[in-house]
C-alpha cells in the first residue's frame, strides 16, 4: 500500500474532532474457529516491536480468532501515532494460525515549518514541539506540540488556528503547519446607560481588519477600569462573518458615579468635625469629572471646587482646574511657637496633562496661592498684625499606572508610581516664597486568592529653599497618612511613610481591612523636630452605598495613644 502522507494530517484533525480513525476493516472468515498460536508484528523499522505488542491485549494466543479482537488491536496499534497505515494477515503454524500485524511506519521527522504566523517568530516555537528531528513521526506528539503553539500564540495575546487542510508531512519527514492568524471583526458594546459610547471607544485601540492582540485589548479595559466608571467589564469573543476573522465583544456594568457625602471626625485639639462633598465622575456621560467639598471643624473651614477633562477631543491630552479656600485657626510655626495666628488661604491651580511614553504619562500643574497671617496671641510683640504671602508654584509630574482591577472594579494587583517636582519663586514665576519640593510614590498589590490582596504604598518627600512658607510643610497623620494619630502629629521638610493593608472582599458590598502604618515627618535641622518613627495599626470596613459610594470606618491605635475612629470615603490608597 502506498502511503498518502497528507492522511497524517487528515489524522489530526480525526484526533482534535474526537472521531473514528481510519484504518485496514478485517475481513470476515469461515465459520470453523482457528486457534492463534503466535502473535507477531512485521513493517517497522524504527518503532521497536515491544511497543506495538505492549498495546495488542484483545488477542491472545490460545484463543480463537476473534475478528472483533483484531479489530480493537489494530484501533490500539493506529493509537500509538507511529503508523500511517495498520493492515494484518493470518499464516497457518503448527497448532494454529499466526497472526501478523503489518504496520507502515510515519517517517523520521526531518524539520517541522509553522507558515502564516507574523507576530511570533519560527525560533520562538522550536520547544513548543514535543518531537524531535530523527523521531519517528508520531501524530500524538505532533497534535500535543499543535496545542502548545496555540496555546503559545495565545499566552502571546495572539489567537491562531490551524489550517489542516493546507498543512502536509513529505515522505522525507518535512512537517508544514500552516496557520491563520485571527483579524479583528469589529468590536461589540453593551450595557452603557449613561456613559457615550465614545468614551470607551477612544481607549480602545484595537483596529477592524488588523490581527487581534488580547494583551493590549484587555490593557485597554484595564485602562478603562482605571477610569472609575464600571463595577465590571465582561469581554467575549463572537464568530465574525468569516473564517478568518472575529468580533470582540465587551458588556459594561456601569458604576454610580454621582456620589452626595459626608464625613465625621473627632480629634483631640479640633474636636468634632464633619463635611459634605458632591461628586460626579461623569458628568454628562462624557468621563468628566466634578467635585465640590466643604469640610470645618472648630479650627479650620475648607471649600472647593474642581472640574476636569480626561482627554481634550480626539487627543490624550487632559486639562482641569482646581479653586479652594481654606480658614485655619491657632496656628503656629516652629520658628515662633509662642506665637498663635489665624490664616486664611485662597488659591487654585490649573493642570495640563499628557501622554509621555508608552506606559508614562506626564503633566504640569501652575498654582496661584495668597495665605493671609492674623496673629490672635503675640507673646513676643515682634510680628506685625498682619501678614501677606503670594505662592505661585508650578509642578511636574510623572505617573506610571498599571493598576489591575477585577470584578466589583477593585484593585487586584499590579502597581503605581508617581513622582512630582515643584518649584516655587525665581526670576519667571515670582511670588514671596523661593524653594524646591519633591514627592515619589509607588503602590503594589497582590492577589493573594480570590477577594484577597495584600497592598503596599511606600512615599518621600524633601522640601528646600530660601523662602518657605509653613504651609508647604509635609504634615502626616490621620486618615490619610498615620492612622492612630492625629491629623498633623507631625510635620517638617522631609517625610517618610510605609503602608500596608490587607483586603478581603466579604461580597459586592463589604470589605475588612487590617492595616499597618509607618512614617514621621522631620526637620532635620530643628534640634526639637528630629526623626522619631510612629506606629499605627488597627483594622477597618469599607462598605459599598449606592449614591454615596464606598464608606471607610478605620480604628487606629498606635503606642501610648488610645483608640482613633476615622470615617472618610474610598481606598486610602
Request: glycine share 10%; with cysteine; hydrophobic share 40%.
Amino acid at each position: 500500500m502506498k502511503a498518502n502522507y497528507r492522511l497524517l494530517i487528515i489524522a489530526c484533525i480525526a484526533l482534535i474532532a474526537g472521531g473514528v480513525l481510519t484504518y485496514t476493516a478485517v475481513p470476515a472468515y469461515a465459520a470453523d474457529p482457528l486457534t492463534v498460536a503466535v502473535i507477531d508484528v512485521a513493517g517497522n523499522v524504527l518503532v521497536p516491536t515491544e511497543t506495538v505488542l505492549k498495546v495488542i491485549r484483545q488477542t491472545q494466543v490460545g484463543e480463537p480468532v476473534d475478528p472483533r479482537k483484531i479489530e480493537a488491536d489494530i484501533k490500539a496499534i493506529f493509537d500509538l501515532g507511529y503508523f500511517i497505515n495498520v493492515d494484518w494477515q493470518m499464516d497457518k503454524v503448527i497448532g494454529g494460525v499466526k497472526v501478523t500485524f503489518v504496520v507502515i511506519e510515519n517517517p523520521p521527522l526531518k524539520e517541522i515549518k509553522a507558515e502564516g504566523l507574523t507576530k511570533v517568530e519560527p525560533q520562538e516555537l522550536a520547544d513548543q514541539w514535543t518531537i524531535k528531528p530523527g523521531e519517528v513521526i508520531n501524530m500524538n506528539a505532533l497534535l500535543k506540540g499543535l496545542e502548545n503553539v496555540i496555546k503559545y500564540c495565545q499566552e502571546k495575546g495572539y489567537l491562531v488556528q490551524p489550517d489542516l487542510t493546507k498543512s502536509a508531512i513529505t515522505p522525507d519527514g518535512v512537517v508544514t503547519f500552516y496557520f491563520t492568524e485571527m483579524k479583528l471583526a469589529g468590536i461589540k458594546i453593551s450595557g452603557l446607560e449613561k456613559t457615550n459610547e465614545s468614551v470607551v471607544r477612544h481607549k480602545l485601540t484595537a483596529v477592524e481588519g488588523e490581527i487581534i492582540d488580547l494583551k493590549e485589548f484587555n490593557e485597554d479595559l484595564q485602562e478603562l477600569y482605571r477610569m472609575g466608571l464600571f463595577d465590571d467589564i465582561i469581554p467575549t469573543i463572537e464568530p465574525g462573518p468569516n473564517p478568518d476573522d472575529l468580533y470582540l465583544a465587551v458588556a459594561f456594568k456601569e458604576r454610580k458615579t454621582m456620589e452626595l457625602g459626608f464625613s465625621v471626625s473627632y480629634m483631640k485639639g479640633p474636636g468634632l468635625g464633619g463635611g459634605l462633598q458632591f461628586t460626579e465622575s461623569n458628568l454628562f456621560g462624557l468621563a468628566h469629572s466634578f467635585n465640590t467639598s466643604l469640610s470645618l471643624n472648630k479650627e479650620s473651614t475648607t471649600f472647593e471646587l474642581s472640574y476636569f477633562l480626561p482627554w481634550i477631543g480626539p487627543y490624550d491630552f487632559s486639562a482641569g482646574f482646581d479653586v479652594y479656600s481654606r480658614s485655619d485657626s491657632k496656628l503656629f510655626t516652629e520658628e515662633a511657637p509662642d506665637i498663635l495666628f489665624n490664616r486664611r488661604t485662597n488659591g487654585g491651580t490649573i493642570t495640563f496633562g499628557f501622554p509621555l511614553f508608552a506606559d508614562i504619562d506626564g503633566s504640569v500643574k501652575f498654582k496661584v496661592e495668597q495665605l493671609h497671617d492674623l496673629p490672635i496671641e503675640d507673646l513676643t510683640n515682634t510680628i506685625p498684625s498682619l501678614t501677606t504671602t503670594n505662592n505661585r508654584t508650578l509642578t511636574f509630574q510623572l505617573t506610571r499606572n498599571k493598576l489591575n482591577y477585577g470584578s466589583g472594579g477593585l484593585v487586584n494587583g499590579g502597581n503605581l508610581s508617581m513622582f512630582s517636582l515643584e518649584r516655587a519663586g525665581g526670576k519667571v514665576l515670582g511670588g514671596d516664597t523661593n524653594f524646591y519640593k519633591m514627592r515619589g510614590e509607588t503602590r503594589q498589590f497582590f492577589s493573594l486568592a480570590p477577594k484577597h490582596v495584600l497592598g503596599f504604598r511606600l512615599a518621600g518627600g524633601y522640601l528646600t529653599g530660601s523662602s518657605v512658607s509653613s504651609s508647604e510643610m509635609f504634615l502626616l497623620g490621620g486618615s490619610e497618612t498615620l492612622r492612630g494619630y492625629d491629623f498633623r502629629n507631625s510635620s517638617g521638610d522631609r517625610f517618610a511613610l510605609f503602608n500596608t493593608e490587607y483586603r478581603y472582599q466579604l461580597n459586592n458590598y463589604l470589605e475588612g481591612v487590617m492595616f499597618l502604618d509607618l512614617g514621621d515627618a522631620w526637620t532635620p535641622t530643628n534640634a526639637d523636630n528630629q526623626f522619631d518613627l510612629k506606629v499605627g495599626y488597627g483594622i477597618g470596613m469599607r462598605v459599598n452605598v449606592p449614591m454615596l459610594g464606598q464608606l471607610r470606618f478605620d480604628f487606629g491605635f498606635s503606642p501610648g495613644e488610645g483608640p482613633k475612629f476615622y470615617f472618610s470615603f474610598g481606598e486610602m490608597f
